[in-house]
């Protein structure tokens, strides 16, 4: 059993910056993918980046590409998120969650999941 937690989500105003990280504890992350997801009231989980196991291969969503980055420490067994350029429509809880495929950004393809951490972006 792999446990996520994620950390970091905050309340910023448009054109801020944030950075969120997603600890691991459990299985070894170095076998899984990591992806980050966001969910806004009333609307479905949608992904938003996702990077391979070595941390060689990301996929980004189209709405984040050129603004965000996800990247990876194996050896502090954490994830990051660093969000630039943040617009209200980021506003969402943010989960990250972990996946045995390369690096996939459906949420059905995760395994794993984390709490989620809130982030507020003020118009």
């Known amino acids: 059993q792999m446990q996520l937690v994620e950390s970091g989500g905050e309340l910023v105003q448009t054109g801020g910056s944030l950075r969120l990280s997603c600890a691991a504890s459990?299985?070894?992350?170095?076998?899984?993918?990591i992806g980050w997801f966001r969910q806004a009231p009333g609307k479905e989980r949608e992904g938003v980046a996702s990077?391979?196991?070595?941390?060689?291969?990301?996929n980004y969503a189209d709405s984040v590409k050129g603004r965000f980055t996800i990247s990876r420490d194996n050896a502090k067994k954490t994830v990051y998120l660093a969000m630039n350029s943040l617009k209200p429509e980021d506003t969402g809880v943010y989960y990250c969650?972990?996946?045995?495929?390369?690096?996939?950004?459906?949420?059905?393809?995760?395994?794993?999941w984390g709490q989620g951490t809130q982030v507020t972006v003020s118009s």
């Open positions: 969650a972990a996946s045995t495929l390369r690096f996939p950004l459906d949420v059905a393809d995760f395994e794993y």
């Open positions: 459990g299985l070894t992350l170095d076998y899984y993918a």
């Open positions: 990077i391979s196991a070595t941390g060689e291969s990301t």
